[in-house]
């Protein structure tokens, strides 16, 4: 069976993750903590990031929209209409524009900083750069949270999903990411009605329940996280 490096609270682990989960995909799932370089995981990727995709093989697969366009031209094509990117090219043009937007601009302004603050850093040695979490990176992070959220429901309640009329790549993404910040409880739903009743629908299907059930060691998440109806 393929294996697929990842690390739980790692959006696009997360994101690839369930995209596997959607077309009924299977993969041995195992944790990696990236800060630590491992020699056998530098060994398959230099970069040391995550998710890493080994098929049966021993073929190497590295970062979350490689494994996107794999999984797609592999799986999704033969899916029709639960294929994750559309036929139309105007279409897979703004699906890839969103899952881009969430898994690195977001990534880049509020998530990446938040769980490396909150969570890396707690299973991180001093020599690894581990410690207090530094107040400013905070602070910025979250400001930078509600943009992204008025951008998101905006989003929601202009299309039936993000990038259009059917489920696609882009929700994943940002429902990849959003699960991260709420697991923090990072996220004020009540402040946005729109971006939570879109939210409670991806959180509903099937392809979410295993990372809806996982806990981090050590972290508690928030009480509603597993909740379907928060």
């Known amino acids: 069976m393929p294996t697929l490096y990842h690390h739980p609270m790692s959006s696009a682990s997360r994101f690839v993750r369930l995209i596997l989960a959607e077309y009924g995909f299977q993969a041995d799932l195992v944790e990696e903590q990236p800060w630590e370089k491992r020699r056998e995981f530098l060994s398959i990727n230099p970069a040391a990031t995550l998710p890493v995709y080994v098929d049966d093989s021993m073929r190497v697969l590295c970062g979350p929209s490689v494994l996107m366009e794999f999984l797609d031209e592999t799986h999704g094509v033969l899916k029709r209409e639960r294929r994750l990117l559309a036929e139309d090219p105007w279409h897979r043009a703004e699906i890839r524009r969103l899952t881009e937007w969430f898994l690195q601009k977001m990534e880049q302004d509020v998530t990446r900083p938040l769980t490396r603050e909150r969570v890396y850093k707690l299973q991180m040695t001093a020599a690894q750069g581990g410690g207090a ?11 930078n949270i509600r943009q992204h959220m008025k951008y998101l429901s905006w ?50 299907r099937p392809s979410f329940r295993p990372m809806l059930a996982e806990r981090i060691r050590g972290l508690t998440p928030v009480s509603h996280y597993a909740d379907l109806d928060f």
């Open 155 to 204: 989003l929601a309640g202009s299309r039936q999903w993000l990038a259009g009329e059917r489920l696609s790549y882009a929700d994943l993404a940002a429902a990849a990411s959003i699960s991260v910040l709420d697991y923090l409880g990072e996220i004020e739903w009540s402040d946005f009605p729109i971006a939570k009743d879109w939210y409670q629908r991806l959180k509903s």
């Open 133 to 143: 979490p530094d107040s400013k990176a905070l602070r910025t992070s979250r400001a």
